[in-house]
């Protein structure tokens, strides 16, 4: 069965670096998708993303994160520059059609420690 | 404003026992609800979806209730087994959402004890 994938499964980084998470969502699925889950807390919703182009951002996605789809497989997440509160599990997911009315489809996800 | 929220942060059931998650939403205007799973380390896994012209949606072992009228949406998972033991999360998605996003609930931890 397809699945979404993501590299690395662990990430512990510095404050202040910056890091790439990476992601190749489902092969014939048109809509990306970050959210990150703080520990023990709920799924967040990032972003959104189809056509090479932003579709939606929530607040947590401020100036140091940014998206993009560098070839026809990869998908990525970068932040800038590190803070100890985005330590958290960020995922990817994809959906076939669209974001609205669609099942998401998650990766197993990044841990990021930031020290 | 828009919430999906979770009424028991926790549930321990019989093994063998049914199990009723509950969830709350907030805006009356939500047309699709999706309930996911969360096994540890892994990502939230779909089990069932229900758009808001059902009130009753069945799958394998999984059944999906919805009421409008309190705004209310339940999970019920028959004859629970070891393998159910996860976070159940309530998600909200739909045109009344403001944009290209699906909102989770905070998510029940649901333990099966043997």
């Known amino acids: 069965e397809p699945e979404v994938t993501q590299t690395p499964s662990h990430q512990v980084t510095q404050m202040g670096q910056e890091v790439i998470l990476r992601c190749v969502p489902i092969s014939n699925h048109l809509y990306f998708y970050w959210y990150r889950q703080i520990l023990g807390q709920k799924v967040e919703f990032l972003v959104s993303?189809?056509?090479?182009?932003?579709?939606?951002k929530s607040e947590i996605f401020d100036d140091q994160f940014s998206v993009e789809r560098p070839d026809g497989s990869n998908f990525t997440l970068k932040i800038r520059s590190t803070k100890l509160e985005d330590s958290a599990m960020y995922f990817c997911?994809?959906?076939?059609?669209?974001?609205?009315?669609?099942?998401?489809?998650f990766g197993s996800g990044t841990q990021l420690s930031v020290l | 404003g828009e919430s999906v929220g979770l009424h028991l942060p926790t549930l321990s059931v019989q093994e063998g026992d049914n199990s009723i998650i509950n969830c709350a939403y907030s805006?009356?205007?939500?047309?699709?609800f999706i309930w996911y799973k969360q096994e540890s380390g892994k990502g939230p896994q779909f089990i069932i979806d229900i758009r808001s012209n059902m009130d009753k949606r069945q799958g394998q072992r999984v059944t999906v209730l919805l009421n409008k009228t309190v705004k209310h949406l339940s999970l019920q998972i028959a004859a629970t087994q070891p393998g159910d033991s996860a976070v159940y999360f309530c998600?909200?998605?739909?045109?009344?959402?403001?944009?290209?996003?699906?909102?989770f609930g905070a998510g029940t931890r649901l333990f099966v004890k043997a």
């Open positions: 805006n009356s205007a939500s047309d699709y």
């Open positions: 997911a994809s959906t076939t059609s669209g974001p609205l009315r669609e099942k998401l489809f």
């Open positions: 998600a909200e998605n739909g045109d009344n959402t403001g944009g290209f996003k699906t909102i």
């Open positions: 993303f189809y056509n090479n182009e932003i579709s939606e």
